[in-house]
């Protein structure tokens, strides 16, 4: 019922930046939690940002003060800010919506860009 579209990502050096979005279409106002997942090389994927309706966020612990979540309720767009990038955190970062709190597992994907950090 939602559809997510994810732009950004790309080739960053270590200690960049890079600000990813992604827009929801359909049944856009059943949406409640919007996140961020990533998936790193031989890792399993993560959940490491997730913001309410309301602007209550959360942060895994390792990008809290680097990562910033924010989403536009009339855009039907979430966008994560990723500051001081590292090449351990090279993966394959997917949007995702949930019509509920219940982020995890989520109702709907983006298509999951790839995000490189070089060294």
């Known amino acids: 019922q939602v559809q997510l579209v994810e732009s950004g990502g790309g080739l960053v050096q270590a200690g960049g930046s890079l600000r990813l979005s992604c827009t929801a279409s359909g049944n856009t106002d059943s949406i409640d939690v919007m996140a961020w997942f990533r998936q790193a090389p031989g890792k399993e994927r993560e959940i490491i940002a997730s913001i309410t309706s309301f602007g209550n966020t959360n942060y895994i612990d390792s990008v809290k003060g680097r990562f910033t979540i924010s989403r536009d309720n009339a855009k039907n767009t979430v966008y994560l800010q990723m500051n001081n990038l590292q090449p351990e955190e090279t993966a394959v970062y997917y949007c995702?919506?949930?019509?509920?709190?219940?982020?995890?597992?989520?109702?709907?994907w983006g298509q999951g860009p790839q995000v490189t950090v070089s060294s």
């Open positions: 995702a919506a949930g019509l509920d709190p219940d982020i995890d597992p989520p109702n709907s």
